[in-house]
């Protein structure tokens, strides 16, 4: 059995062990001067189970746990994710119509946790996510979703643009929210396989991303005021799209 403290295994065998068990993992840190063979093998099983790894000084690793480590340690997801292929064949199979969520570089854990229980009341099925840039859905992401992230299915990629990609191939169109953006969110197509790009308030959502979306809308405002959190941005988006579908 893996040695765990809290959320934390620590040590070359059991995180191996665990990444072997297929446990769900957030990331794992490796002190920079860590070296061996089972570091290889840590890498590989953490690449193949699409798991970010992030290598910082043994200083950092040493605050975090005073369990006996040797340069490693994981941080277990209080999700499991699942893959987004497997998902979308999941969604038509049950004759449902994709909604899904891409977030982009959203890193506060309440804005996740209350995107999270919106898209659960309005029917969305399926949150993807990527591997680093994003906040981490730990207990406090999942205390704050009031439980929605253990409803709803969690998709993480290495890439959004291959995952948009991957919408695009299976007939799902992505809109992204844009303040600038010409087409008001009311008259875009709902009712149709869609996904929806959500970025940060700060950054917004990566040019390059935006570029390969199949259209960008902006949610109309009485008033000049441009500072719209992000969750309840969502929340209206979602809505809309929720409205379109039930009439």
Do not use: W
């Amino acid at each position: 059995m893996f040695i765990a403290k809290k959320n934390i295994i620590a040590g070359r065998n059991p995180v191996i062990e665990a990444l072997k068990q297929h446990l769900a993992i957030d990331k794992i840190l490796i002190s920079k001067k860590a070296t061996g063979n089972n570091i290889t093998e840590i890498k590989t099983l953490a690449k193949e189970n699409n798991i970010p790894v992030q290598y910082v000084p043994v200083e950092k690793i040493n605050a975090l746990t005073n369990i006996k480590h040797k340069g490693i340690i994981a941080f277990k997801s209080a999700i499991r994710y699942q893959n987004l292929q497997q998902v979308i064949d999941f969604i038509l199979e049950k004759g449902d119509t994709p909604l899904f969520l891409i977030l982009d570089g959203i890193t506060d854990v309440r804005n996740i946790g209350a995107i999270a229980r919106t898209a659960v009341c309005c029917g969305a099925q399926a949150i993807i996510i990527p591997d680093k840039g994003v906040g981490a859905l730990n207990e406090d992401a999942v205390k704050t979703s009031a439980g929605a992230l253990e409803m709803i299915h969690i998709c993480r990629v290495n890439s959004l643009m291959k995952a948009v990609d991957e919408l695009h191939l299976n007939g799902i169109k992505v809109f992204a929210s844009e303040m600038t953006a010409n087409t008001k969110l009311f008259n875009l197509n709902f009712q149709e396989p869609c996904a929806i790009v959500m970025g940060s308030e700060d950054k917004g959502i990566y040019p390059a991303l935006m570029k390969i979306c199949d259209e960008t809308f902006h949610i109309p405002m009485a008033n000049n005021f441009e500072s719209l959190n992000v969750s309840v941005a969502t929340g209206m988006i979602l809505y809309e799209a929720m409205k379109q579908r039930i009439n």
